[in-house]
């Protein structure tokens, strides 16, 4: 299979911290990985493009520098969230897509932020 | 730009009998179409998925055929089942970069 974990899973801080979001792909290498938000009963929306060695390309209307991705390795992307505050207390989904090819994205279980 | 629209939810069956969730899209180009199905409490997982016209992905009983002339990619399960009850989200990959852009979603409830 292909398996893809978060770190951590459910994560609450105060406003005004950051937050860190580790995703990984565990038995594959992904030059590619994909940040989403999920809001409540509501879909996926794409936050980045994360791509190893290299800048993420941010979707329209998400602050590069709130939400900061790094790709340093071919199995992990960092999603940090910057100075957060509770309008950012969302779901926060990673996906990967492997190295060797085939557009399949593999999704992480996600993790779970709430900003008091 | 692209889109994907599925039929709200929630949805509410009894088990065995038939569902059908719809999708359309717009896209450019050539998409590929996926369903995802999100189990309670866990990620997204591949489904099924079509890449080219009139090509029909199948897993676990569940079909869906990719109609470019309708551009639809509709959700078909003969016999559903308690342990199919989960939400469904209908996408499309498109572009250079193959970004998925997800439907919202259909909650679907299966009752014993």
């Known amino acids: 299979g292909a398996v893809v974990s978060q770190h951590p899973s459910r994560v609450i801080c105060k406003s005004g911290t950051s937050v860190k979001i580790e995703c990984r792909s565990l038995?594959?290498?992904?030059?590619?990985m994909f940040w989403y938000r999920q809001f409540p009963k509501q879909s996926l929306m794409l936050m980045a493009t994360?791509?190893?060695?290299?800048?993420?390309?941010?979707e329209q209307g998400v602050e590069k520098d709130k939400f900061l991705i790094n790709h340093a390795s071919l199995t992990l992307s960092t999603l940090t969230v910057t100075s957060a505050h509770p309008e950012d207390s969302s779901f926060y989904i990673c996906?990967?897509?492997?190295?060797?090819?085939?557009?399949?994205?593999?999704f992480g279980p996600g993790t779970r932020l709430l900003v008091l | 730009g692209n889109s994907v629209t599925q039929m709200e939810g929630p949805v509410t069956l009894s088990e065995e009998a038939f569902l059908t969730i719809n999708c359309t899209y717009t896209?450019?180009?050539?998409?590929?179409l996926f369903w995802y199905v999100q189990y309670p409490g866990e990620g997204l997982q591949l489904l099924l998925k079509?890449?080219?016209?009139?090509d029909k992905g199948s897993n676990k009983g569940f079909e869906a055929t990719y109609r470019k002339e309708t551009t639809s990619f509709h959700l078909e399960k003969g016999s559903v089942q308690v342990s199919d009850s989960a939400v469904y989200f209908c996408?499309?990959?498109?572009?250079?970069?193959?970004?998925?852009?997800f439907g919202s979603g259909t909650q679907l409830t299966v009752l014993p």
């Open positions: 996906s990967a897509r492997r190295s060797s090819g085939g557009e399949t994205q593999y």
């Open positions: 038995d594959f290498q992904a030059t590619t």
């Open positions: 994360s791509n190893e060695g290299s800048k993420a390309t941010y």
């Open positions: 896209a450019t180009g050539y998409p590929s």
């Open positions: 079509a890449t080219k016209a009139d």
């Open positions: 996408a499309l990959s498109s572009g250079s970069a193959r970004q998925l852009t």
